[in-house]
Nanobody
Framework: QLVESGGGMVQPGGSLKLSCAAS????????IGWFRQAPGKEREGVSS????????YYSASVQGRFTISRDDAKNTVYLQMNNLRPADTALYYC????????????????????WGPGTQVTVSS
């Protein structure tokens, strides 16, 4: 099971750090992706990291502002989000991914059905 946390409400330009913690299995065998769904919109891929941490992927909308990382000793993957914008407002989810690529994110969006509750990020002044 993957559990997301760390969301909250911040002003534009602010920062948040999301956590994706695994329970019941070791995360170090898995690539992990972050996804988000804004009200009235489809879920989209945001960022992902390979199982060994060597490869990362960022969508164009977050490139340069978000940083994904992993701490396998803590069985957790993080998403550091800086310079947040109102358009980043969404429910954020994590899920295992087959690779740190845009294509891998699409596969998960199409096929994954074990989404957790997510963590809400609200960016507003």
């Amino acid at each position: 099971q993957l559990v997301e946390s760390g969301g909250g409400m911040v002003q534009p330009g602010g920062s948040l750090k999301l956590s994706c913690a695994a329970s019941g299995f070791a995360l170090d065998h898995y690539g992990i992706g972050w996804f988000r769904q804004a009200p009235g919109k489809e879920r989209e891929g945001v960022s992902s990291i390979s199982y060994n941490g060597l490869f990362t992927y960022y969508s164009a909308s977050v490139q340069g502002r978000f940083t994904i990382s992993r701490d396998d000793a803590k069985n957790t993957v993080y998403l550091q989000m800086n310079n947040l914008r109102p358009a980043d407002t969404a429910l954020y989810y994590c899920a295992p991914v087959p690779g740190a690529t845009a294509q891998a994110m699409v596969v998960i969006l199409d096929e994954y059905d074990q989404w957790g509750p997510g963590t809400q990020v609200t960016v507003s002044s």
